[in-house]
């Protein structure tokens, strides 16, 4: 082995000189250690990420009797592609709008399935109490005290969050 060069006391001005890297960037995907609960929190926001707009998708052209299913080509199911497409678009650019509230865009979105419910909740119990829709599979008596007692509970919340004033 050759020794090393001997090192000057000055500094080499013939070569640039670059900022030393606070981080190593450059660092594998693979040796990026996270927490387990922050992996699967982030596996799951990907899950919902695909999910919910296709969802979405199949339940708005099911409702209007249009074409859906990823097993169709596009020029079979236009509509289910074109809206699936642009769910994802436009949660993408929601996302990524520099400075939008995205826990108060949260929040409100929550609060308007809340508000939704109740017509939710209402819809579901006259359909599963037709006896010629459901057949024998129609609720109990005790079922439906439950359920039309809930749901007089989650209108009578709503009633309140809605037009309630400030408790303070």
Not at 30 to 41: A, E, F, M, S
Not at 68 to 88: N, Q, R, V
Request: charge should be positive; aromatic fraction near 8%.
């Amino acid at each position: 082995m050759s020794p090393a060069p001997p090192r000057s006391s000055s500094p080499d001005t013939t070569t640039s000189r670059t900022a030393p890297k606070p981080h190593n960037l450059s660092v594998p995907c693979r040796q990026i250690r996270l927490h387990p609960l922050l992996r699967r929190l982030f596996n799951a926001s990907l899950f919902a990420a695909s999910i919910l707009p296709i969802s979405t998708a199949y339940a708005v052209c099911e409702g209007l009797g249009l074409e859906s299913g990823l097993d169709k080509k596009f020029s079979e199911a236009p509509f289910f592609y074109w809206l699936y497409t642009g769910l994802i678009v436009a949660g993408a650019g929601v996302i990524l709008w520099p400075n939008l509230p995205l826990v108060k865009i949260t929040i409100l979105s929550q609060v308007v399935n809340g508000a939704v419910l109740p017509f939710v909740l209402i819809a579901m119990l006259l359909l599963i109490n037709k006896r010629e829709l459901m057949g024998r599979h129609t609720n109990s008596r005790f079922f439906n005290t439950v359920a039309w007692l809930t749901t007089i509970i989650m209108i009578v919340l709503t009633i309140m969050l809605l037009f309630g004033g400030n408790a303070s």
